[in-house]
């Protein structure tokens, strides 16, 4: 028998041999069970936690990066957090404030603090978890709403991992907004309001009379809506777009570079100052 009838029948027996194999590895794949990855954390009881005296509060992931090369680390225990689930911001006159979460949500949180800041930090080892997330890469982690009361010393907030702040009814002299989360006011008196990044940005009803929104870091409505606004001070360093309706005495551009530009669409006198870039 020559030699390439000899390979033609080889590959003829062997080929469904290895189609067979395939499909029963692919079929064991398939077939292996997911590790659960959604850790709901909203039934049940809530707990108050009173915290320490600060000036601000900082919102923090405890996630852990292991070295796994020169130059490179990898996260281990990973986890998203806050879906289902808001941050509720009120104003509260006494010296401390006040941290309500799921009673489910405590083990996982743990406060401190780094000079004046109190740093609440949410961290989800797979040792501290029920087993069956044990093998789970990551984890999508249902915090359910979490209420904080604000003493007036505060003067700044960071998040790092939230999805939305509501505040309602905030009375500041200052307050700072440093967020990876939406931000939604209601009702609320702030002197001065600094927001300096953040997902969403919308101001629904209240006063305030300087409002500094950084446009590179911001996505903020094209119109507050009902909130009313003495000053407006925004800062960028690439074309930013305004549109006024009536929320806004006056309006200072801030620009970062040479190459900003502010375009306002203005439904009827304003003052508009523009100083000179500030780099």
């Keep these: 028998m020559k030699k390439t009838t000899k390979i033609i029948i080889g590959l003829l027996v062997g080929m469904p041999l290895l189609i067979v194999t395939f499909i029963f590895l692919f079929t064991r794949v398939l ?39 020169e130059g490179r680390y990898q996260a281990i225990d990973q986890f998203f957090f806050n879906e289902h689930g808001n941050v509720y911001l009120t104003s509260t006159t006494d010296a401390q404030g ?103 940005l919308q101001l629904r009803s209240g006063h305030v009379k300087h409002l500094f929104v950084d446009a590179d870091k911001v996505n903020w409505q094209q119109s507050y809506n009902v909130a009313f606004v003495d000053v407006e001070h925004i800062s960028g360093t690439r074309d930013v777009r305004r549109h006024v309706t009536s929320d806004s005495n006056r309006i200072v551009w801030e620009p970062k570079s040479d190459h900003a530009r502010l375009e306002l669409v203005l439904a009827g006198p304003m003052e508009v100052e523009v100083n000179k870039p500030s780099e």
């Design 31 to 69: 077939m292996q069970p997911t590790p659960n990855r959604n850790f709901d954390l909203r039934s049940g009881n809530s707990v108050t936690i009173e915290l320490p005296v600060c000036k601000a509060i900082e919102f923090k992931s405890g996630v852990e990066y292991k070295k796994v090369s």
């Design 98 to 200: 006040k941290f309500t979460i799921s009673e489910k949500l405590k083990p996982f949180t743990e406060i401190s603090m780094q000079g004046d800041t109190c740093v609440i930090t949410f961290a989800f080892p797979r040792e501290k978890c029920p087993e069956q997330f044990c093998e789970a890469p990551f984890l999508h982690v249902a915090s359910g709403d979490m209420h904080l009361t604000l003493p007036k010393d505060v003067v700044y907030i960071a998040d790092h991992l939230l999805n939305l702040f509501s505040c309602q009814g905030l009375s500041h002299e200052r307050l700072t907004f440093n967020a990876n989360a939406r931000i939604d006011i209601f009702d609320s008196n702030i002197d001065t309001l600094n927001v300096q990044s953040s997902r969403l």
